[in-house]
């Protein structure tokens, strides 16, 4: 008898229909005999209206207030499912976040989870009922009710599953599992059993927008298994998992889990900058004060005592950061500054690549191959990104996807 | 400075504006220097909208689980409430039933309020803010979501009202007070600047719907001041209020409050019972446990050892207790059974008849003079009650209206 954590986001809860789709899949794993925990989301659709109203008030609404309002969306989905569950002769209750006793800290908005109580959800449990758990929201110390900030809902569920240690966290989502890459991209792209937390983070965070990154970070730093599946479909989904474990059960390991892709950033090139101690932080500064994120960074060594100084930022920051640059440049010492919108990110994520030399060079020859010339180099132990021009993006993909083998089983 | 709890229906909030307004109204009492603590009901539609979703998927939903989905709906309305007075400046804060701490019995859909914890309340307006309070629900002893039933915001208002102490507590609704009669029945009908609460419970029980009974009941038990106002124009509205304080104000006393009237009813007549004991409950007996409720009861002396019973129920279950009588007509030993829809109800409430002789007389005299014939006739301490055919419903209600004058202020 195992103990599941099944969070349902809000297309899954979409309708009626739907939250009577969902009492049905939980039923069945509890013919199984399993215990199961339900996270649900706001019904799609839901949280936008109520941010509409908020909105129809003032443009920045109480942060405070913003949440007891959010925090209805759940509220609602919870009651629905326990209805749709009881209906059926199911045993169920729900549970709000403060009712659960999720404590948060007290940044509303963004609230990070610090505690669960996991004592009432277990009695309930051992009384055979499920436990229906309202996602995204929590209390603080004070007893005012917080939000966990968009998408939040895969977070309660991981850290649920962490507190009751659950034996698996199972995100129901609208897509059967991780795949290779965007099908969309590569028709031939393949459905993953399996993949590490480490290579799930670089695939989430470079745009293949499965999961929450927080809630696999929270899943990673806790042990928590993680698959992600379709409330659609049948099948197993993908299992997020730790690497050793990964390891000793597969002989030969796939080198390359995936190829993620990302055309949402726009690449600021400083050029002739004096390459002194200091550059760096110098042309970042002024950016980072202005709550801007930066993702890719380089700088190659320099010529003729000057360097060039390249980032990346969100495409909708680019021409604030462009601004920035331009009011700093005199003072950098810097000879003009550059920019280009039309970009695209591509990304080899594999654990397998730390130990296998020549990933690299592969991909550069494959996409050599197609006469696609590449503008950025980054890497990391388990990734390489480059940044190509915009229109290059789908056939980079597919010639990755090709070179790399991987719509084969490994 | 005086301590006010205010009520805001769900008209009276039914969207982004009026929202609005109510937070201006509000600021206009701060402004005055008193203290001010707001319930409010979920905008119109909203409780119908949620009943709906719940109805949707079982005619039947689990009690619990629909408490926790209709508690979203006053939920909404304190937050936006909120973030209406915080964007003017004006500090507030929202408090759901279960955060302010209102504990009910854990009677799901109809809870009633055992205790409540002022303490927070306090502590916020001593802070200078604005509590806003999810009207109609509060939280049993092991922290479950319960709802009052419909309308029990304005049972949560007074309850508040109590337990602070509060100086008035004021009913904002959709009419400027309590009339005489009903102004779409009677032009001339005027509006009270005072009524006691025993005068207004025969009012409201009689079918003029301003406000919950249970809230007045409440109200008078434990002398809270009570105040019904319009919140779409300005005027004192209506003081529900004791009758000791009353009678010594004012040096004439008004005869009548008002004139009540109902055409929700129907009346079932078992004609010819024996005239023995026990024969009422023979009869009332399976109607109560069919858990339908009785209203007026009528027996007559009895003749030739037989006696006819007459009662009144709500006109939604007249099929239902002619059926019930029906079955046990043969061993009740009564002659026929038989009933009656086209029945009105009509009422003269007044805490002055008490002393006064010659209303009842009056009140028939007038109904004679327009050819009304009387069906039925009942009466307590401050109200005569007759039930007339249908038809004569408006034109009873106005006869009566002229012949105590109720146009004309005493």
């Not at 941010?51 to 509220?75: F, N, S, Y």
Request: hydrophobic share 40%; aromatic share 4%.
């Amino acid at each position: 008898m195992a103990l599941i954590v099944q969070k349902y986001g809000g297309t899954s809860v979409g309708n009626l229909e739907r939250i009577e789709n969902v009492a049905e899949k939980v039923i069945g794993w509890r013919a199984r005999g399993d215990h199961v925990v339900v996270v649900v989301s706001a019904m799609s659709g839901e949280t936008d209206r109520l941010i509409g109203l908020a909105k129809g008030i003032t443009p920045r609404p109480d942060p405070r207030e913003l949440d007891v309002l959010l925090a209805t969306g759940e509220q609602v989905t919870i009651a629905l499912l326990c209805i749709a569950l009881e209906k059926r002769g199911c045993p169920a209750r729900s549970y709000t976040g403060g009712q659960v006793r999720i404590l948060t800290d007290n940044a509303f908005n963004k609230a990070r989870i610090q505690e669960i109580e996991a004592s009432a959800m277990r009695a309930e449990l051992d009384a055979g009922r499920v436990v229906v758990v309202a996602g995204f929201q929590g209390v603080d110390e004070d007893g005012n009710i917080t939000t966990l900030g968009r998408g939040g809902s895969d977070t309660t569920a991981v850290a649920l599953a962490a507190a009751l240690k659950a034996d698996e966290c199972q995100i129901y989502t609208d897509v059967d599992g991780v795949y290779t890459t965007d099908p969309r991209v590569v028709p031939e792209a393949r459905r993953l059993n399996r993949i590490t937390f480490e290579e799930m983070l670089e695939m989430a965070s470079l745009g293949s927008k499965v999961l929450q990154i927080r809630s696999v970070e929270f899943a990673g730093k806790h042990n928590v298994p993680l698959r992600v599946l379709s409330t659609f479909q049948e099948g197993p989904g993908t299992l997020i998992t730790f690497e050793e474990a990964f390891e000793a059960e597969t002989m030969e390991k796939e080198l390359i889990a995936g190829i993620a892709f990302n055309r949402d950033e726009a690449k600021l090139t400083v050029l002739g900058v004096p390459d002194r101690p200091g550059i760096a932080f110098s042309i970042l500064g002024p950016v980072s004060d202005a709550n801007i994120e930066v993702d890719m960074i380089i700088q190659n060594i320099g010529r003729d005592s000057t360097t060039d100084f390249t980032f990346t930022v969100h495409r909708n920051d680019y021409e604030r950061v462009l601004e920035i640059l331009k009011q700093h440049a005199a003072q950098l010492g810097a000879r003009e500054v550059s920019g280009d919108t039309k970009i695209a990110k591509l990304s080899l994520v594999g654990i397998g690549m730390r130990s296998h030399a020549g990933v690299a060079s592969r991909m550069f020859q494959a996409l050599a191959k197609e006469g696609i010339n590449i503008r950025m180099i980054s890497t990391s132990e388990i990734k390489i990104s480059v940044v190509v021009d915009e229109k290059y993006l789908e056939l980079g993909v597919r010639a990755l996807h090709e070179a790399f083998e991987l719509d084969k089983v490994a």
